[in-house]
């Protein structure tokens, strides 16, 4: 068995960022600008915004953060959406989700200008990544293709098993393996699947993104199977200083002697989604997508 091992996998794709930027500005150009909307003091929203704010500043990008309160309306949000559109210096930009109950999501992401949309959830990056057009693709399953081409992994034939079928995870996921240049046969799971444990059993590349602490155990992996697992569930724990630790989708201890290829929890999906987020930026404020 070989650990896809994320942390350095990111780590070398934050220092190829970081030396592209600084070609960038010594050319003259200005800095990338990544701007994070977050509203409310949820912690996990909190957490991951400044980790990817953290990240901007590793990489020499410039970031904002823009901080609204849980009780903002839809239209105040609205009207901020609409400015940082408008902002030339604005490259790309986020809305943290989840958001407060008054606001719709879908209203806010479809506001946001698709040329700025790098967390690649507007409709109309959706719809191009369907039908393989140059788009922001979502930084989870972006970052995962990474890591399998980065690690060499043959995709090409095999049979791909995707439990989950979220927007931002496990239906991207699903479509960029099947694409042509993964060329994967894909197979979707969810929550009505029939036969789950025997469909895992067989296949060659197993992603689990379901959200159930060690869902997925050994009777559901094939030896030598690529097992890539998305999910990250905060359960206690008392061996930690936060009182917490971060559970995956798989049960490492009986499913890693069986793979092939398996990325741990954490440091393996996770820093490449964060790393994603930079690619986007970096690929917004070159305009390579949208010209
Ligand atoms: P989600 O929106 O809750 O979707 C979960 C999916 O799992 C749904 O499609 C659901 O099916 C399916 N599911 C739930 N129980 C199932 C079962 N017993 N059998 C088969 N399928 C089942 O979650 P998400 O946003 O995709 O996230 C999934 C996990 O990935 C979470 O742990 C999340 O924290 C993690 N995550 C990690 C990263 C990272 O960077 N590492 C990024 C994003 C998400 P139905 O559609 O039928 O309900």
């Known amino acids: 068995m070989r650990l896809i091992d994320g942390k350095q996998t990111a780590t070398e794709i934050k220092k190829e960022i970081a030396i592209d930027v600084k070609a960038m500005v010594d050319a003259g150009a ?88 790098v967390d690649g959830f507007h409709p109309i990056n959706v719809g191009r990544m369907v039908i393989g057009l140059p788009c922001f693709v979502s930084a989870t399953p972006d970052g995962i293709v990474e890591l399998l081409k980065r690690y060499h992994i043959e995709t090409s034939g095999k049979d791909c098993v995707v439990v989950g079928r979220s927007n ?25 699947t029939k036969n789950l444990v025997e469909l895992c059993a067989n296949a060659d590349i197993l992603i689990a993104a379901i959200g159930s602490p060690e869902f997925v155990k050994g009777n559901m992996v094939k030896d030598g199977a690529v097992v890539i697992d998305v999910g990250t569930t905060r359960v206690k724990s008392d061996k930690t200083k936060s009182g917490f630790k971060l559970k995956g989708d798989v049960a490492f201890d009986e499913v890693a002697g069986k793979c092939s290829y398996i ?5 393996g999906v996770g820093p490449m989604t964060r790393v994603a987020l930079l690619k986007n930026t970096l690929l917004a404020a070159k305009k390579e997508i949208y010209k």
Not at 172 to 186: D, I, R
Not at 263 to 267: E, I, N, R, S
């Open 30 to 117: 200005k800095q990338p600008h990544l701007a994070a909307i977050l509203v409310g003091h949820d912690g996990g929203s909190e957490t991951y915004v400044a980790f990817k704010i953290k990240d901007c500043e590793e990489v020499g990008f410039k970031s904002s953060l823009i901080r609204f309160e849980d009780d903002v309306t839809e239209e105040e949000l609205l009207a901020k959406v609409d400015e940082l559109n408008r902002d030339a210096d604005v490259d790309g930009f986020i809305v943290q989700l989840p958001l407060p109950k008054q606001i719709s999501e879908q209203k806010i992401i479809e506001a946001i200008d698709p040329r700025k949309d």
């Open 168 to 192: 931002i995870v496990g239906r991207p996921m699903s479509v960029l393996m099947s694409q042509k240049e993964m060329n994967a046969t894909v197979t979707v799971a969810h929550s009505r």
């Open 263 to 267: 990325t741990p929890v954490p440091g």
